[in-house]
């Protein structure tokens, strides 16, 4: 399913893409926060939308939106991985 996210990888290619474009990688950064809060998951990482999504182009039925729905009222525990690269224009 990871051809339906756009740039799936994106995240674990930053610091070599900018070191491509002739940046100096000064620091990566991870950290994975965990969402508790259903509707703020859902603000931030569109949950809804991309299941919207999933069942217009086929890879989900109709009941995924009952689903995500069903999801947002039980208790909610989702993570993510975030990746943070500082880089910098040489001099």
Do not use: K
């Amino acid at each position: 399913m990871t051809e339906m996210v756009r740039n799936a990888t994106i995240g674990r290619s930053l610091a070599r893409l900018s070191a491509q474009a002739g940046l100096i990688v000064r620091s990566v950064v991870t950290t994975a926060p965990v969402f508790r809060d259903f509707e703020l998951a859902d603000q931030l990482l569109g949950l809804r939308r991309n299941v919207v999504r999933a069942i217009d182009a086929g890879y989900l039925d109709g009941d995924a939106e009952r689903w995500i729905e069903e999801i947002g009222a039980m208790p909610f525990l989702a993570g993510v991985m975030v990746f943070l690269v500082v880089a910098e224009a040489p001099a």
